[in-house]
């Protein structure tokens, strides 16, 4: 009883940070391609007017957000978010090690065999 009594507070922090840190990475990966696009409709700036340009930065920041939000369920479903960022950092810990002579490849969120 006492041991659940002081574990269950403790559990719950850890949810709550892994399920901060799961939004933040996920948020990086919608981020992205939105802060891209509205960069690159910046360029338009030299051809339109600035009261049109606030009207395409924003659909172009709409549609960067749309493609990053496609773009990250893709990632969520085929790699796993902590899984897909390990990788690109490339830190054995998360991501584990890649041995393809032995038949060891990152797929779906996990090392498995072929």
Known sequence: ??????????????????????????G??????TALLTLASLVLLYF??????????????LAGFITGVLWAEHIRRKYSIFGFHGYLSNNPE????????QGVVFRQGNLVKH
């Not at 507070?9 to 840190?21: G, R, S």
């Not at 990086?28 to 391609?33: E, F, G, M, S």
């Not at 339109?48 to 920041?61: G, H, M, N, Q």
């Not at 998360?94 to 002579?101: A, E, V």
């Open 1 to 26: 009883m006492f041991k659940r009594i002081v574990s269950a507070p403790l559990e719950l922090f850890i949810y709550l940070l892994a399920t901060l840190i799961f939004i933040v990475l996920y």
């Open 28 to 33: 990086q990966i919608v981020l992205v391609p």
């Open 48 to 61: 339109i007017s600035p009261a049109e340009l606030t009207y395409i930065a924003a659909l172009f920041a």
């Open 94 to 101: 998360i991501d584990g090690y890649q041995r393809p002579s």
